[in-house]
């Protein structure tokens, strides 16, 4: 916290408010999420989540704690904070393609804070991250999101309930008209 104090106090440092005030919203597209969500997992989890890495978050891909469905997107793995994290590329793939589990759940002891954890194929639980950006910005956990926007999958069309095709429409206009 002294370090970051000594950036801020920069002549040179750029400082921009994050609102707590403001929810931010989802985009159409409930797999991705806004920027503003996408900001502020960064500056929540400031490193990759799983234990012992240290690479920035500001470059680690923001993983779905749950997976996301895709076929029915109200089933689970919501694109929200408290399921959302970000994760380096190489663990992102180790998490996504092996035995590998996470969970995220929130502080019991903290309220908006959050912790993770790891699950290892053989069953031993790791605990993630020792701090995360809520130790150096507390009122992280004031800020607070919209919940997503579920659209229900599009109803499959039916055929057209005509009583006679096009063409004998078609016709059919015609000859009346002619008459």
Same mark, same amino acid.
């Given at each position: 916290?002294?370090h970051?104090?000594d950036l801020?106090?920069r002549?040179?440092a750029?400082?921009?408010?994050m609102?707590?005030?403001?929810a931010a919203h989802?985009p159409?597209d409930?797999?991705?999420?806004?920027a503003?969500?996408?900001?502020?997992?960064?500056?929540r989890?400031?490193y990759?989540t799983?234990?012992g890495?240290?690479n920035?978050?500001?470059?680690a891909?923001?993983?779905h704690?749950? &997976?996301?469905d895709h076929d /029915? *997107?109200? %089933?689970?793995?919501q694109?929200t904070?408290?399921?959302?994290?970000?994760?380096? @590329?190489f663990?992102?793939?180790l998490?996504?393609?092996?035995?590998?589990?996470?969970?995220?759940?929130?502080?019991?002891?903290?309220?908006?804070?959050v912790?993770s954890t790891?699950?290892?194929p053989e069953?031993?639980t790791?605990p993630g991250?020792?701090?995360?950006?809520?130790?150096?910005?507390p009122?992280?956990? &004031?800020?607070t999101?919209? /919940? *997503?926007v %579920?659209?229900?999958?599009?109803e499959?069309?039916?055929?057209?309930?005509r009583? @006679?095709?096009?063409?004998a429409?078609?016709?059919a206009?015609?000859?009346?008209?002619r008459?």
């Amino acid at each position: 916290p002294d370090h970051l104090r000594d950036l801020a106090d920069r002549s040179d440092a750029v400082r921009r408010p994050m609102d707590p005030q403001r929810a931010a919203h989802q985009p159409a597209d409930p797999y991705r999420p806004s920027a503003a969500l996408e900001t502020f997992v960064r500056a929540r989890d400031q490193y990759c989540t799983w234990p012992g890495c240290n690479n920035p978050a500001e470059t680690a891909d923001l993983d779905h704690v749950t &997976e996301y469905d895709h076929d /029915d *997107p109200g %089933v689970g793995g919501q694109t929200t904070a408290l399921n959302l994290n970000g994760k380096c @590329r190489f663990h992102h793939t180790l998490k996504t393609f092996t035995d590998f589990l996470d969970d995220q759940y929130p502080d019991p002891e903290l309220p908006g804070r959050v912790l993770s954890t790891v699950t290892t194929p053989e069953g031993r639980t790791v605990p993630g991250p020792a701090h995360n950006g809520y130790d150096l910005h507390p009122e992280l956990a &004031e800020i607070t999101f919209d /919940d *997503p926007v %579920v659209h229900p999958p599009p109803e499959p069309e039916s055929p057209p309930t005509r009583r @006679r095709t096009r063409l004998a429409a078609v016709h059919a206009r015609r000859r009346a008209e002619r008459a």
